[in-house]
Protein backbone atom coordinates (compact mmCIF):
# COMPACT_ATOMS: atom_id res chain seq x y z
CA UNK A 1 0.00 0.00 0.00
CA UNK A 2 2.58 2.16 0.74
CA UNK A 3 3.69 4.10 -2.38
CA UNK A 4 6.75 6.18 -3.31
CA UNK A 5 4.12 9.44 -3.43
CA UNK A 6 3.77 8.82 0.03
CA UNK A 7 7.27 7.71 1.24
CA UNK A 8 7.98 11.42 -0.70
CA UNK A 9 5.52 13.50 1.14
CA UNK A 10 6.33 11.57 4.54
CA UNK A 11 10.53 12.27 3.91
CA UNK A 12 9.73 15.96 2.80
CA UNK A 13 8.54 15.97 6.45
CA UNK A 14 11.05 13.84 8.04
CA UNK A 15 14.03 15.67 6.53
CA UNK A 16 12.17 19.36 7.88
CA UNK A 17 12.11 18.00 10.71
CA UNK A 18 15.71 16.76 11.09
CA UNK A 19 17.02 20.14 10.83
CA UNK A 20 14.56 21.94 13.00
CA UNK A 21 15.27 19.46 15.80
CA UNK A 22 17.99 19.53 17.87
CA UNK A 23 19.40 16.42 17.89
CA UNK A 24 20.56 15.80 14.47
CA UNK A 25 20.56 11.79 15.06
CA UNK A 26 20.14 9.84 11.87
CA UNK A 27 19.19 6.31 12.99
CA UNK A 28 16.82 8.16 15.33
CA UNK A 29 15.10 9.89 12.20
CA UNK A 30 15.09 6.65 9.90
CA UNK A 31 13.24 4.98 12.27
CA UNK A 32 10.51 8.00 12.75
CA UNK A 33 10.32 8.25 9.04
CA UNK A 34 9.09 4.08 9.26
CA UNK A 35 6.79 4.47 11.80
CA UNK A 36 5.03 7.86 10.60
CA UNK A 37 5.14 5.45 7.44
CA UNK A 38 3.48 2.36 9.79
CA UNK A 39 0.84 5.06 11.06
CA UNK A 40 -0.63 5.99 7.09
CA UNK A 41 -0.93 2.14 7.14
CA UNK A 42 -2.97 2.03 10.49
CA UNK A 43 -4.68 4.41 8.57
CA UNK A 44 -5.85 2.94 5.84
CA UNK A 45 -7.39 0.33 7.75
CA UNK A 46 -9.25 3.00 10.50
CA UNK A 47 -11.10 4.02 7.22
CA UNK A 48 -11.87 0.64 6.61
CA UNK A 49 -13.23 -0.22 9.75
CA UNK A 50 -15.16 3.22 9.99
CA UNK A 51 -17.34 1.50 7.16
CA UNK A 52 -18.04 -1.57 9.68
CA UNK A 53 -18.68 1.12 12.07
CA UNK A 54 -21.70 2.68 10.31
CA UNK A 55 -23.13 -0.75 9.72
CA UNK A 56 -23.06 -1.77 12.82
CA UNK A 57 -25.02 1.84 13.74
CA UNK A 58 -27.48 0.70 11.26
CA UNK A 59 -28.30 -2.44 12.40
CA UNK A 60 -28.44 -0.95 15.80
CA UNK A 61 -31.14 1.30 14.79
CA UNK A 62 -32.84 -1.19 12.83
CA UNK A 63 -33.27 -2.80 15.50
CA UNK A 64 -35.10 0.30 17.70
CA UNK A 65 -37.14 0.36 14.03
CA UNK A 66 -38.48 -3.37 14.31
CA UNK A 67 -39.25 -2.70 17.62
CA UNK A 68 -41.24 0.01 17.27
CA UNK A 69 -43.36 -1.23 14.26
CA UNK A 70 -44.37 -4.61 15.71
CA UNK A 71 -45.48 -2.27 18.93
CA UNK A 72 -47.37 -0.28 16.48
CA UNK A 73 -48.57 -3.06 14.09
CA UNK A 74 -46.48 -1.96 11.02
CA UNK A 75 -44.61 -3.49 8.16
CA UNK A 76 -40.97 -4.19 9.37
CA UNK A 77 -38.66 -1.98 7.83
CA UNK A 78 -35.94 -2.68 5.18
CA UNK A 79 -33.05 -4.83 6.08
CA UNK A 80 -31.25 -3.79 2.81
CA UNK A 81 -28.42 -1.36 4.18
CA UNK A 82 -27.73 -2.96 6.95
CA UNK A 83 -27.26 -6.89 5.85
CA UNK A 84 -25.72 -5.18 2.73
CA UNK A 85 -23.04 -7.92 1.49
CA UNK A 86 -20.21 -5.69 0.58
CA UNK A 87 -19.78 -4.14 4.49
CA UNK A 88 -20.86 -7.88 6.21
CA UNK A 89 -18.06 -9.66 4.56
CA UNK A 90 -15.69 -6.31 5.19
CA UNK A 91 -16.72 -6.74 8.91
CA UNK A 92 -16.00 -10.06 9.27
CA UNK A 93 -12.37 -9.94 7.60
CA UNK A 94 -9.76 -11.86 9.82
CA UNK A 95 -7.12 -9.17 8.71
CA UNK A 96 -9.63 -5.95 9.80
CA UNK A 97 -10.56 -7.79 13.08
CA UNK A 98 -6.93 -8.72 13.82
CA UNK A 99 -6.14 -4.94 14.31
CA UNK A 100 -9.28 -3.44 15.44
CA UNK A 101 -8.46 -6.19 18.28
CA UNK A 102 -4.82 -4.10 18.74
CA UNK A 103 -6.19 -0.36 18.78
CA UNK A 104 -6.78 1.22 21.67
CA UNK A 105 -9.47 3.56 20.52
CA UNK A 106 -11.76 1.99 18.63
CA UNK A 107 -15.07 3.90 16.28
CA UNK A 108 -16.93 2.64 19.33
CA UNK A 109 -15.56 5.86 21.52
CA UNK A 110 -16.94 8.21 18.85
CA UNK A 111 -20.82 7.28 18.44
CA UNK A 112 -21.60 10.88 17.94
CA UNK A 113 -19.70 11.12 14.79
CA UNK A 114 -20.39 7.46 13.39
CA UNK A 115 -24.51 8.39 14.34
CA UNK A 116 -24.07 11.83 12.28
CA UNK A 117 -22.63 10.30 9.61
CA UNK A 118 -25.16 7.34 8.87
CA UNK A 119 -28.06 9.86 8.91
CA UNK A 120 -25.89 11.83 6.21
CA UNK A 121 -25.96 8.91 4.36
CA UNK A 122 -29.35 8.55 5.10
CA UNK A 123 -30.53 11.02 3.63
CA UNK A 124 -28.09 11.27 0.37
CA UNK A 125 -29.84 10.31 -2.90
CA UNK A 126 -26.92 7.76 -2.93
CA UNK A 127 -28.67 5.83 -0.36
CA UNK A 128 -32.59 6.31 -1.64
CA UNK A 129 -31.71 5.02 -4.70
CA UNK A 130 -30.16 2.43 -3.60
CA UNK A 131 -32.79 0.94 -1.32
CA UNK A 132 -35.10 1.79 -4.13
CA UNK A 133 -33.56 -0.24 -6.48
CA UNK A 134 -34.30 -3.81 -7.21
CA UNK A 135 -31.21 -5.33 -7.58
CA UNK A 136 -30.22 -7.44 -5.09
CA UNK A 137 -26.48 -8.59 -5.76
CA UNK A 138 -23.04 -8.59 -4.12
CA UNK A 139 -21.76 -6.02 -6.96
CA UNK A 140 -24.51 -3.64 -6.30
CA UNK A 141 -23.79 -3.74 -2.47
CA UNK A 142 -20.02 -3.08 -3.07
CA UNK A 143 -20.75 -0.20 -5.55
CA UNK A 144 -23.08 1.20 -3.35
CA UNK A 145 -20.40 1.87 -0.31
CA UNK A 146 -17.58 2.47 -3.23
CA UNK A 147 -20.02 5.97 -4.28
CA UNK A 148 -20.99 6.48 -0.51
CA UNK A 149 -16.85 6.10 0.61
CA UNK A 150 -15.79 8.81 -2.81
CA UNK A 151 -19.16 10.93 -1.51
CA UNK A 152 -19.49 11.72 1.74
CA UNK A 153 -16.40 10.08 3.43
CA UNK A 154 -13.11 11.06 1.02
CA UNK A 155 -14.64 15.07 1.55
CA UNK A 156 -15.50 15.28 4.93
CA UNK A 157 -13.97 18.06 6.80
CA UNK A 158 -15.71 16.67 10.41
CA UNK A 159 -14.00 13.26 9.82
CA UNK A 160 -10.31 15.08 9.29
CA UNK A 161 -11.04 17.30 12.35
CA UNK A 162 -11.27 13.87 13.90
CA UNK A 163 -8.67 11.85 12.61
CA UNK A 164 -6.39 14.92 13.34
CA UNK A 165 -7.05 14.58 17.40
CA UNK A 166 -6.48 11.13 17.01
CA UNK A 167 -3.14 11.27 15.60
CA UNK A 168 -0.89 14.14 14.16
CA UNK A 169 0.58 11.88 11.29
CA UNK A 170 -2.73 11.50 9.94
CA UNK A 171 -2.59 15.55 9.05
CA UNK A 172 -1.14 15.12 5.26
CA UNK A 173 -2.31 11.21 4.56
CA UNK A 174 -5.75 11.12 4.43
CA UNK A 175 -5.41 12.51 0.51
CA UNK A 176 -3.52 9.78 -0.50
CA UNK A 177 -5.24 6.55 1.63
CA UNK A 178 -8.21 7.20 0.15
CA UNK A 179 -7.40 6.18 -2.50
CA UNK A 180 -6.04 2.77 -1.16
CA UNK A 181 -9.30 2.46 0.64
CA UNK A 182 -11.03 3.21 -2.84
CA UNK A 183 -8.89 0.62 -4.74
CA UNK A 184 -9.80 -1.91 -1.91
CA UNK A 185 -13.27 -1.79 -1.93
CA UNK A 186 -13.04 -2.25 -5.63
CA UNK A 187 -11.14 -5.30 -5.37
CA UNK A 188 -13.22 -7.12 -2.72
CA UNK A 189 -14.81 -10.76 -4.22
CA UNK A 190 -17.23 -12.27 -2.58
CA UNK A 191 -16.07 -15.48 -2.95
CA UNK A 192 -12.69 -14.81 -0.78
CA UNK A 193 -15.22 -14.10 2.26
CA UNK A 194 -13.44 -13.35 5.32
CA UNK A 195 -10.18 -14.29 4.09
CA UNK A 196 -10.05 -11.31 1.17
CA UNK A 197 -6.77 -10.03 1.27
CA UNK A 198 -6.42 -6.46 2.53
CA UNK A 199 -4.05 -4.33 0.70
CA UNK A 200 -0.19 -5.02 2.58
CA UNK A 201 1.34 -2.41 3.92
CA UNK A 202 4.59 -2.93 1.35
CA UNK A 203 4.02 -4.29 -2.16
CA UNK A 204 7.53 -4.87 -1.69
CA UNK A 205 10.94 -5.03 -0.09
CA UNK A 206 11.88 -2.34 -2.83
CA UNK A 207 9.71 0.26 -1.41
CA UNK A 208 11.15 -0.10 1.92
CA UNK A 209 14.65 0.20 0.39
CA UNK A 210 13.98 2.99 -1.80
CA UNK A 211 12.73 5.71 1.68
CA UNK A 212 15.71 4.40 3.15
CA UNK A 213 17.87 4.76 0.66
CA UNK A 214 16.36 8.20 -0.22
CA UNK A 215 16.17 9.56 3.42
CA UNK A 216 20.03 8.90 4.03
CA UNK A 217 21.23 10.00 0.67
CA UNK A 218 19.42 13.55 1.55
CA UNK A 219 21.40 13.78 4.89
CA UNK A 220 24.15 12.51 4.19
CA UNK A 221 24.94 14.18 1.26
CA UNK A 222 23.23 17.73 1.74
CA UNK A 223 26.35 19.82 1.63
CA UNK A 224 27.04 18.36 -1.97
CA UNK A 225 23.67 18.69 -2.82
CA UNK A 226 22.94 22.53 -1.45
CA UNK A 227 26.22 23.14 -3.96
CA UNK A 228 24.30 22.22 -6.88
CA UNK A 229 21.45 24.63 -5.64
CA UNK A 230 23.86 27.22 -5.14
CA UNK A 231 25.88 27.17 -8.41
CA UNK A 232 22.07 26.75 -10.39
CA UNK A 233 20.93 29.78 -8.52
CA UNK A 234 23.77 31.85 -9.48
CA UNK A 235 21.36 34.85 -10.19
CA UNK A 236 19.43 34.41 -6.62
CA UNK A 237 20.64 35.03 -3.16
CA UNK A 238 20.72 31.12 -2.52
CA UNK A 239 20.37 32.36 1.68
CA UNK A 240 16.91 34.08 0.39
CA UNK A 241 15.49 30.77 -0.68
CA UNK A 242 12.14 29.55 1.23
CA UNK A 243 14.00 26.90 3.68
CA UNK A 244 11.24 24.21 2.55
CA UNK A 245 11.73 24.96 -1.47
CA UNK A 246 15.91 23.58 -0.07
CA UNK A 247 14.45 20.71 1.41
CA UNK A 248 12.39 19.98 -1.01
CA UNK A 249 15.42 20.40 -4.15
CA UNK A 250 17.93 18.35 -1.61
CA UNK A 251 15.44 15.07 -1.98
CA UNK A 252 14.67 15.67 -5.38
CA UNK A 253 18.51 15.72 -6.14
CA UNK A 254 19.52 12.89 -3.96
CA UNK A 255 16.49 10.93 -5.89
CA UNK A 256 17.96 11.54 -9.19
CA UNK A 257 21.41 10.49 -8.31
CA UNK A 258 20.63 7.57 -6.39
CA UNK A 259 18.06 6.12 -8.10
CA UNK A 260 19.00 5.17 -12.02
CA UNK A 261 15.20 3.80 -12.77
CA UNK A 262 13.48 7.00 -12.21
CA UNK A 263 13.44 9.30 -15.12
CA UNK A 264 14.15 12.97 -14.64
CA UNK A 265 11.09 14.09 -15.79
CA UNK A 266 9.36 12.13 -13.09
CA UNK A 267 11.46 13.23 -10.29
CA UNK A 268 10.89 16.88 -11.09
CA UNK A 269 6.94 16.95 -11.44
CA UNK A 270 6.68 14.94 -8.47
CA UNK A 271 8.63 17.11 -6.62
CA UNK A 272 7.39 20.51 -7.84
CA UNK A 273 3.59 19.17 -7.16
CA UNK A 274 5.02 18.57 -3.68
CA UNK A 275 6.29 22.11 -3.35
CA UNK A 276 2.64 23.27 -4.59
CA UNK A 277 1.37 22.29 -1.41
CA UNK A 278 4.54 22.55 1.36
CA UNK A 279 6.01 25.50 0.30
CA UNK A 280 4.93 29.41 -1.06
CA UNK A 281 3.00 29.96 -4.49
CA UNK A 282 5.98 30.80 -6.14
CA UNK A 283 8.13 27.53 -5.13
CA UNK A 284 6.72 25.18 -7.76
CA UNK A 285 7.53 27.08 -10.93
CA UNK A 286 11.05 28.19 -9.18
CA UNK A 287 11.98 24.58 -8.42
CA UNK A 288 10.97 23.23 -11.68
CA UNK A 289 13.80 25.39 -13.58
CA UNK A 290 16.41 24.86 -10.86
CA UNK A 291 15.91 21.22 -10.71
CA UNK A 292 15.99 21.13 -14.94
CA UNK A 293 18.96 23.00 -14.69
CA UNK A 294 20.68 21.00 -11.64
CA UNK A 295 19.97 18.19 -13.66
CA UNK A 296 21.33 19.35 -17.08
CA UNK A 297 24.46 20.07 -15.69
CA UNK A 298 25.25 16.93 -13.96
CA UNK A 299 24.48 15.08 -17.03
CA UNK A 300 27.16 17.34 -18.97
CA UNK A 301 29.44 16.96 -16.26
CA UNK A 302 29.01 13.38 -16.10
CA UNK A 303 27.80 12.35 -12.93
CA UNK A 304 24.32 11.58 -13.51
CA UNK A 305 23.87 9.02 -16.19
CA UNK A 306 20.28 9.56 -17.49
CA UNK A 307 18.58 10.42 -20.72
CA UNK A 308 16.82 14.48 -20.43
CA UNK A 309 14.49 15.57 -23.07
CA UNK A 310 15.77 18.78 -25.02
CA UNK A 311 12.89 20.29 -23.96
CA UNK A 312 12.41 22.03 -20.38
CA UNK A 313 9.93 20.57 -17.82
CA UNK A 314 6.95 23.06 -17.38
CA UNK A 315 5.33 23.50 -14.38
CA UNK A 316 1.85 22.60 -14.07
Do not use: C
Not at 210 to 237: G, P
Not at 264 to 280: G, H, M, P, Q, R
Request: charged share 30%.
Amino acid sequence: MINRELIRIKIVQLTYAYYQNGNKNIDTAEKELFFSLSKAYDLYNTLLALIVAITKEAARRLEIAQAKARREGLADPSQKFTFNRFALQLESNKQLQEFISTQKRTWADDPEFVGKLFEQIEQSQIYKDYMLSTDDDYESDRELWRRLYRTLIQENADLELLLEEQSLYWNDDKEVVDTFVLKTIKRFDEKNGSKQELLPEYDSEEEKDYARKLFRATIMNADEYQHYMSEASRNWDFSRLAYMDVIIMQIAIAEMLTFPSIPISVTINEFVDLAKVYSTPRSGSYINGMLDAIARHLVRTGRLLKHIDEKKNNPT
